[in-house]
């Protein structure tokens, strides 16, 4: 069947002969036309970039564009950005009877599709975020499913995250539930896809790709726990691929991913909070995005920091052999308060007795405690050890891992003396950079629900120029929502007090001076 043409009439010949370019309006659109050396020409009039109108532009004898808002170029008769960024829509003319005549006729859904992400893959690769926000506006506009740009996002990157897992992942699982949350606006919505893609074209940025092995065997969890912990990548990651193969669900590989998640004190938590974020991507995205997301999740468990094995929490393996053995204490949250790391062990095995929700409730509360009275001072110092490059973000890690194992451990009951005393490391790692008092006063809200809402509005245009920082108050908050539903009052005042503290607090990332230090003492010892 003949595709219909929409062919409209948009001025006198003569009209543009004497004025060489002429804005029209047809159908609702701005169409610039001009009279050039190759022919009358027409396109856009407001330029992709910025919206300037290309009518007051300049024109080449070759029939290049030149927006002179940014100098961006297009060739005219093609459409193509000669600066690689969006494409001039053009449209076919033709002369009758000494009048233009314009097609607007849409191009065929598939073919709309496909330019758009076409568009938005060039701009990922670019790290562009504007454009990415445009490329991704056009989607939504064109019908296409939102959630789309995610899948795409998670396509051309998982390969190229040569150690696993990133924040990013994790905030596109997070980013969602706001998403959720803001159904009847638009922007908002925008806010939550732009912000999820851009993370991770920021994090695969001029990265190439890392191959995994394409062989597939049947999934065994034994194996697959003793692949992990012997950092076998290719064998690991081959079991997945073979219980995909073998059509298992999410919630067949989910024991043995929690248990290999916990089998150690895994990089900062990183590789349990990870799990659950993965479990929630899965579930929106469906089957499609379990593949890249369960392969790169496997391959962070892999090249996670063991830090159990270093002498700082090299007690860790004695105090879990150790649990049972208490002493009748009730766990409060004040007894771990400024206790070291193997204090702070000692303490949650003396404890350990009692209903391991209570004891989780003590720790999730003495790490929110970490959190607000945490010596911001710590930011400033410069004659520290790398043992001393403490700051917000690592202070938040008490909080989203606490998350994280209550979740988990709800599922998995036999696994809460590891995460217990996993949740004690983050006390005591952090303890010693806090200070004596604690400035509840001065911090806590008359509304928990009212000041939940307002940092999380705050989120939504956070004005963070790193993504590290903007996923991390996403991300402590959305933990914070859901631990305080299942507190008392009191308590859940201290875990949205140490919430807004660390939202309106200065964040020094860059340490000029320090790291100028640090390397001078480490090139010394050479």
Known sequence: MAETKNWRLALPLAELEKLQVKMVRIASKQI??????????????RCPHEGYPLSEGSLSQDCILTCNWHNWKFDLVSGENLLGGDRLRTYPVEIRENEIWVDITELPYPERFSAITNSLHDAFDDYSYDRIAREIARLIRLGADPFDVLRLAIEWSWQKMEFGWTHAYAGMADWLVLYDEHRDDNELQLVCLV????????????????????????????AFLNDIETENEDAAIAAIRGGIRDNLQFDDFEPALTRAALAHYNSFG?????????????GRLGRVAMEPLLLSLVRGFIYASREDKIPEFRGYAAQLQNWGQDSGQKPDARQWRR??????????????ANPPETIYQALLLANAINLLSFDIAQQDKVQVTVSGNVGWLDFTHGLTFANAVRKQCSRYPDLWPQALLQMACFNGRNAGFTN???????????????????????????????HIVSVHLLKTALAVREE?????????????????????????????????HQSLQFVSKE
């Not at 000692?346 to 350990?352: D, G, I, N």
């Not at 400035?439 to 940092?455: A, F, P």
């Not at 539903?485 to 859940?492: E, F, K, P, V």
């Open 32 to 45: 610039a036309l001009f009279n050039t050396p190759e022919g009358i020409k027409a396109c856009d009039n």
């Open 195 to 222: 912000e999820a893609v851009s993370h991770v074209a920021y994090d695969v940025l001029r990265e190439q790709d890392y191959a995994f092995t394409t062989e597939a065997t049947a999934f065994d969890e034994a």
């Open 270 to 282: 990183h590789a349990l909070i990870y799990l659950t974020k993965a479990k929630s991507l899965i």
């Open 339 to 352: 206790q070291s790391i193997n204090k702070s062990m000692q303490v949650t095995v003396a404890c350990s």
């Open 436 to 466: 004596t008092e604690i400035d509840l006063e001065n911090w806590k809200s008359d509304d928990l629900d009212q000041q939940m809402n307002h940092l999380l509005d705050r989120v939504m245009d956070h004005g963070q120029g790193e």
């Open 484 to 516: 305080i539903a299942i507190l008392g009052i009191s308590d859940a005042e201290i875990l949205v007090a140490a919430l807004t503290r660390f939202f309106d607090s200065p964040i020094k990332r860059r340490q000029a001076r320090r790291t100028a």
